[in-house]
């Protein structure tokens, strides 16, 4: 995700976009929902939450306005009837940012699922093929996390983890990255609020992956690693699936 730019903000609204950090203090009233468009990704709607456990990029959340919006990992658990959420970004226990709702979302997945299929929960927070009991309703596969993206003229500097890049359209914070000169294993750790500048990292989105070697390359971005796999959902403020007997 890049950036978005909401259409109808409250004033002072937390930014949306992965250029921002979440943190532990809470800016807007939880449960707010926002329209917000992605110049890439296209219009949705964002809820804000606490997260009530770490969260990782696109994890399916479920939260209960009664006791407070805190967004949990959405529980491996059939017939929940249950609201469902995405986190744009990895996020701590006790911090506050948006979630995605509507839209063209990035699901953190366990396995990469056809275009046009249907998704249900296979592993706390992580969804897979649909199952019964456990699919997610108002939700269906867009892209599949086969999906590559490649930005020619990558520019890299050897002992560096900064890549500059003509726009970072597809590409999003956890998406694993490769090219010449890029060091195995590297993910996008950040993006800049410009979308020019990725920072590498180990898997952690931590620790720095420096560049090998300095110059412009093609930089390709596969959308999953062999074990997490983000396939492109479209939604309408799904729900996991209720009583079925």
């Known amino acids: 995700m ?15 976009g992965n250029f921002f950090a979440p943190d532990s203090t809470q800016r807007q009233p939880l449960g707010a929902i926002v329209s917000a468009n992605d110049p890439y990704w296209g219009g949705g709607e964002y809820i ?3 997260a009530n456990a770490t969260l990782t990029q696109g994890a399916a959340v479920t939260w209960n306005g009664g006791v407070g919006f805190k967004a949990i990992a959405l529980p491996d658990t059939a017939n929940q009837a249950a609201a469902v959420g995405f986190a ?10 948006w979630f995605k709702i509507s839209g063209q979302i990035l699901a953190n997945c ?3 699922v056809t275009a046009g ?5 296979t592993a706390a927070g992580q969804l897979g093929a649909s199952s019964a009991g456990k699919e997610i309703e108002g939700a269906s596969v867009l892209a599949p996390a086969t999906t590559t993206v490649t930005k020619a003229n990558a520019t890299t500097r050897a002992g560096s983890n900064l890549v500059i890049v003509s726009d970072a359209d597809g ?6 990255v490769s090219g010449t000169g890029i060091a195995a294993s590297s993910y996008i750790g950040a993006i800049s609020s410009d979308g020019r500048t990725l920072s590498l990292t180990a898997s952690d989105l931590t620790t720095a992956k420096n560049a090998t070697a300095s110059g412009a390359i093609t930089l390709t971005g596969t959308y999953n690693d062999g074990t997490t796999y983000y396939n492109v959902l479209y ?7 209720g009583r079925i007997t």
């Open 2 to 16: 890049t950036t978005a730019a909401t259409q109808f903000p409250l004033i002072g609204s937390q930014p949306i």
């Open 88 to 97: 744009i970004y990895p996020m701590a226990s006790g911090q506050f940012g």
């Open 117 to 121: 299929s249907a998704v249900g929960i």
């Open 110 to 112: 366990t396995a990469s």
């Open 48 to 50: 804000y939450l606490q």
């Open 171 to 176: 590409l999003f914070v956890g998406c694993p």
């Open 235 to 241: 939604a309408d403020r799904p729900t996991a699936q």
